[in-house]
């Protein structure tokens, strides 16, 4: 077993009287896909928040580490901060610049503004960061519409700039939140190959989606979160068969499909 790149324990988020999470624990290892699933309102999206730092957990002593990354606590860490350290993560609303061209998207994302950044810039150009968004694009499959706006694009494509944003600064664990909605299944088995080439290029993935084709056949590991608890844990072979998981989620995903 390798050594976990994220711990979550105990994490739990109130907004008002409303529990949105509560006392959900679970692992990311190194190299790894994890799935984080779900009906809507059981609190992913919460959690993506609570893990980039968007998000305040509640209840929490502050002698005990909540979200342990790397073997260091970001409990008090900044969204900024974590994303220095090596988070990213996109959001359903995708976020892109639809004046920028995709490649000024990539651009974006890649740049770290600091003191220094500001003098040398005016110094040398940003080679680093070129051939950082040129190797994403690559990697994302949109070399050819570097050029592009995110308007000119289909809604796939969109998504995948959304993700090579994410991808740009090249982090070493990316939370993505529902990459795949409204995906055809073209577009969806084309997302899938790119989750499972990150790995290898040494980006850990906590994946939130409802497209139970992409989670069960990409993820390593899957936690199935329900009013907020996480209430099954396990390889995608043991989700699928868990009469808990079936009853609270997956019989209900099924029949929506249908529907």
């Not at 105990?10 to 984080?36: M, N, Q, T, W």
């Not at 004046?99 to 998207?105: G, I, K, Q, Y």
Request: hydrophobic share 40%.
């Amino acid at each position: 077993m390798t050594e976990p790149i994220l711990r979550v324990r105990d994490l739990s988020v109130r907004y008002g009287g409303v529990l949105a999470l509560s006392s959900v624990s679970f692992e990311v290892e190194k190299g790894s896909i994890v799935g984080l699933i779900g009906p809507n309102g059981a609190g992913k999206t919460t959690c993506i928040d609570a893990l980039s730092g968007f998000t305040t957990p509640s209840e929490r002593n502050p002698a005990f580490t909540c979200i342990s990354f790397m073997n260091r606590s970001i409990d008090r860490c900044s969204p900024q901060a974590r994303v220095r350290l090596g988070f990213a993560r996109t959001f359903q609303s995708l976020e892109l610049f639809d004046d920028l061209t995709v490649r000024d998207n990539l651009r974006v994302a890649a740049a770290s503004p600091t003191w220094i950044s500001t003098v040398t810039d005016a110094l040398w150009p940003k080679r680093k960061t070129d051939e950082a968004v040129d190797q994403t694009l690559k990697m994302i499959g949109l070399e050819f519409h570097a050029d592009d706006r995110p308007e000119q694009l289909s809604n796939g494509q969109r998504h995948l700039v959304a993700v090579g944003r994410a991808l740009v600064a090249k982090p070493s664990l990316l939370l993505l939140d529902e990459p795949a909605a409204g995906l055809d299944p073209a577009e969806t088995l084309e997302l899938a190959n790119l989750l499972r080439s990150l790995p290898d290029l040494g980006v850990s993935v906590l994946l939130v989606d409802h497209d139970m084709s992409l989670v069960l056949g990409v993820c390593d590991q899957v936690h199935v979160l329900d009013f907020g608890t996480v209430i099954a844990s396990g390889t995608p072979e043991k989700i699928r068969s868990d009469p808990l998981v079936v009853s609270a989620y997956l019989g209900r995903a099924a029949s929506e499909e249908g529907s």
